[in-house]
């Protein structure tokens, strides 16, 4: 059997994406490549890969018992290939950051800037998700690192703390809810909200909290576009939720705390199992750095 290495990853992105098209597009080759490849593999190894019956591309049986070991291999490979150019090229190396919206204008800039000035050989990516959405991409090995919400992270995951904020309720400088000084959830369930899309931890946070507390959310928009969301608050179209050093940054929205508050705290977070490039290690001591400088 001669199993090549280009058949395991159009495999491993295949499964992950679910789809042969994406997987074309995400790795810059031909539908059919990856069709034939995939197809040989199936031959190879004697087995069906993918359950091809539904609409949706899924794994049967043995194909999810295979896709595990061979992810193992391929990461491996990987790391091993991170660590032969650390040697060679030192002063090189391409970091991929994810960071969600409403960090990456306010929050991140002044990191990223810092950095590269120390650090100019090396190439930073930015991906922009959100907090949930990000964490599952560290565990997936398609990000390097990702600047989160690092509360419940999963135990795969090294976390570096950086900052604490505080979740606040923005409202339309002259609505009635302006004058209050705490908002209450009985406050939210009657107002139009403003959420950011699916996959934001803080979404998440204060919709567990109706839940919690039996209390109906009217959703009427959603946006990744903080810009976007400040923007309709500041036109009376509804509330939103926003961390405290994002809202104080505008006079045209009045930002109250909760009446029950919500604390959030920002970190750094990256893959336990992983090898850690020099260029990698060279972020994280950036930050600790940077943490140690603004505690001081």
């Known amino acids: 059997m001669s199993l090549e290495l280009r058949q395991l990853e159009y495999f491993q992105m295949a499964s992950r994406l679910k789809n042969i098209t994406r ?51 391929l990461r491996c490979i990987e790391d091993a290939v991170l660590e032969v150019n650390d040697y060679k090229q030192l002063q090189k190396g391409t970091i991929k950051i994810g960071i969600p919206p409403m960090m990456g204008a306010y929050l991140f800039p002044k990191i990223f800037s810092g950095f590269q000035h120390l650090h100019q050989g090396l190439d930073v990516m930015l991906f922009e998700e959100g907090s949930m959405s ?101 036109h009376g179209v509804g509330i939103a939720f ?4 994002i809202c104080n940054a505008t006079t045209k929205i009045k930002a109250i705390p909760l009446a029950e ?17 020099k260029a990698a290690q060279a972020f994280i001591d950036f930050c600790s750095d940077a943490n140690g400088r603004a505690d001081e």
């Open 23 to 73: 997987a074309a597009q995400r790795l810059k080759v031909s539908q059919p490549n990856i069709t034939v490849a995939i197809k040989k593999l199936e031959s190879e190894l004697g087995i069906l890969l993918f359950d091809r019956s539904q609409k949706q591309l899924s794994l049967t049986p043995e194909g999810a018992v295979f896709l595990s070991r061979i992810e193992t291999a």
């Open 134 to 234: 990000i964490r599952e991409k560290l565990e997936r090995d398609e990000l390097d690192f990702g600047i989160v919400i690092i509360s419940n992270v999963p135990p795969t995951l090294n976390v570096l703390p950086m900052s604490r904020s505080q979740l606040m309720a923005c409202v339309p400088v002259d609505s009635e809810l302006a004058q209050r000084q705490a908002i209450a959830s009985t406050d939210i369930e009657h107002a139009d909200l403003i959420m950011m899309k699916e996959g934001s931890y803080l979404r998440e946070i204060i919709q567990e909290r109706l839940k919690r507390q039996r209390l109906a959310a009217n959703v009427v928009l959603e946006s990744s576009q903080i810009v976007t969301i400040m923007g309709l608050v500041a």
């Open 242 to 245: 926003l961390l405290d050093f």
């Open 261 to 277: 508050p919500i604390y959030v705290d920002i970190g750094l977070a990256w893959k336990k199992d992983r090898y850690v490039s």
